[in-house]
């Protein structure tokens, strides 16, 4: 063989090897992330919100991938607020009663997800950290909060999805909510995998 093809042969072995060895990692993440999010209802988004979170050095636990999402959801219902917030203050200076009517009610409800959710994320950092007498009662309040904030989402899509506001503004609004209700949805689906899997955990230790 001659050095030129010998040295070309080195240089393509070596591409191949980082090559997979850069894909092994990535390829770890994405199959424990998909099995983190295979008990939620919105299985893509997901893998689309955590995987970014997870990499050959750690991969998140359970507890963690739980705090990733829920904090993810209260950043996009606050941004959603902001957004329904201007234009509830648009439609206001047209002079249309319904139509601004529609989206005050909704920014009402709103704003009461985001006061729950902020406190589930407060609450979710505080499990473990007080003492295991006190996990039922932190994981009650934060299954409630975030319920609650869904709930609040759903409400606010059943009462705008109605003739007063125009379509174009109804689309936008409609996505924004649609995306926080799956964001909540897929933040208890991940609670409660952690929970699950800590009081599994106690119970090994403590048999």
């Known amino acids: 063989m001659s050095q030129m093809n010998f040295t070309s042969l080195l240089i393509l072995s070596l591409t191949i090897f ?3 060895g850069s894909v092994e990692p990535r390829s770890r993440a994405r199959a424990y992330i998909e099995t983190q999010c295979k008990t939620t ?6 893998v689309k919100t955590l995987l970014p979170f997870a990499n050959k050095n750690e ?3 359970p507890h963690k991938l739980a705090q ?3 904090t993810t959801c209260l950043a996009k219902t606050r941004f959603t607020m902001a957004y329904v917030d201007i234009v509830a203050k648009q439609l206001n200076k047209t002079k249309n009663p ?5 989206l005050e009610d909704c920014l009402y409800q709103i704003k009461n997800g985001v006061n729950q959710i902020t406190l589930s994320v407060k609450e979710l950092q505080q ?8 996990f039922s009662w932190h994981e009650s309040n934060v299954q409630s909060w975030v319920s609650a904030a869904l709930s609040d989402a759903t409400t606010c899509i059943d009462g705008i999805l109605v003739d007063e506001v125009e ?4 689309n936008m609004i409609k996505a924004k909510f649609l995306n926080v209700k799956q964001l909540a949805s897929n933040s208890i689906a991940l609670f409660t ?3 699950a899997r800590h009081r599994a955990s106690r119970a090994i230790k403590n048999p």
Not at 41 to 46: H, M, N, R
Not at 98 to 102: P, V
Not at 127 to 134: L, P, T, V, Y
Not at 167 to 170: P, V
């Open 127 to 134: 499990m473990g950290k007080d003492g295991e007498e006190n």
């Open 167 to 170: 379509s174009k503004e109804k």
């Open 98 to 102: 319904g139509e601004y009517q529609a």
């Open 18 to 20: 980082g090559f997979l």
């Open 193 to 195: 995998r952690f929970t």
């Open 41 to 46: 209802l919105y299985f893509d988004l997901c």
């Open 59 to 61: 991969l998140p636990s």
């Open 68 to 70: 990733i999402t829920l």
